[in-house]
């Protein structure tokens, strides 16, 4: 029986392993910063969403009355109700 041939197969299966744990730390690595690069525009988009909005209710009463009622019924957390208290949005 050839011992050679059984070691170098079972070396290559170790190598395999570890270029598998490689990739999949690789994967892992990836995913955190795509998730991070998402949370940050979302970030983003919910601040030019926002400016815009109240850039809206400054220059229109109607729709600031309407915001102010969305907003009475979305703010769920009660530090952001606090805030939406103290700047007259709720």
Do not use: Y
Not at 4 to 13: A, F, N, Q
Request: aromatic share 4%; net charge positive; proline share 0%.
């Amino acid at each position: 029986m050839d011992t050679t041939k059984g070691t170098s197969s079972k070396e290559r299966i170790q190598a395999l392993r570890e270029r598998e744990r490689q990739i999949r730390a690789a994967i892992a690595i990836e995913t955190v910063k795509r998730k991070r690069r998402e949370f940050k525009e979302f970030e983003r988009l919910k601040s030019v969403i926002g400016g815009a909005l109240l850039a809206c209710a400054a220059q229109n009463n109607d729709f600031q009355l309407m915001l102010k009622g969305v907003l009475k019924t979305a703010a769920v957390v009660e530090s952001e109700k606090k805030l939406l208290r103290a700047k007259g949005w709720l």
